[in-house]
């Protein structure tokens, strides 16, 4: 996602974030000094993630995009049976301090959209890998997957990039 990073005047404190009722129930969770990164997602340096299983990927914006953006006030997304593109903007998150376009981080076919983001867009906040997931998409080239990142070398991506900033 195009999103405009914030570079906070503190260093953010060291996050625990755990939920033994989580539907994606990591076999490890990284915390380091800015969010959390779910084993078995994967990350694209726009800040998305997409979790495949099976014939559907589920994409949604990460903990670490959520935290730099604020609270989520609207969120745009396409509607079903519409074609997404790799690293092409399919909609966008409007916080408190911007507007950002999400990016998809896989080319396919959009079979499922989070409505309950319509009325409820601060579960992107609350609940980034579960109840905030944007659309479910069936892959036109699964084999984008293993052009993105994953947990350890997202979490190594955010504080270089934090870093920077």
């Not at 969770?29 to 979790?51: C, D, I, M, P, Q």
């Amino acid at each position: 996602m195009a999103l405009r990073m914030w570079a906070s005047s503190t260093a953010n404190a060291l996050r625990l974030s755990s939920s033994s009722s989580s539907r994606f129930a990591p076999a490890f969770s990284l915390s380091r000094t800015f969010s959390t990164v779910l084993e078995g997602f994967k990350y694209a340096t726009s800040h998305e993630w997409v979790k495949h299983d099976g014939s559907i990927a589920t994409i949604g914006i990460t903990d670490h995009a959520q935290d730099h953006l604020g609270e989520v006030v609207f969120v745009e997304l396409p509607d079903g049976g519409k074609a997404v593109e790799q690293a092409s903007s399919f909609g966008a998150v409007e916080s408190v301090k911007a507007t950002s376009d999400i990016n998809s981080p896989i080319s396919g076919e959009v079979v499922e959209v989070n409505t309950k983001l319509t009325e409820s867009p601060g579960l992107i906040n609350s609940s980034p890998y579960e109840d905030g997931w944007m659309i479910k998409v069936k892959p036109s080239n699964p084999s984008e997957l293993e052009s993105l990142m994953g947990p350890k070398e997202y979490t190594k991506f955010c504080e270089d990039e934090d870093a920077s900033h």
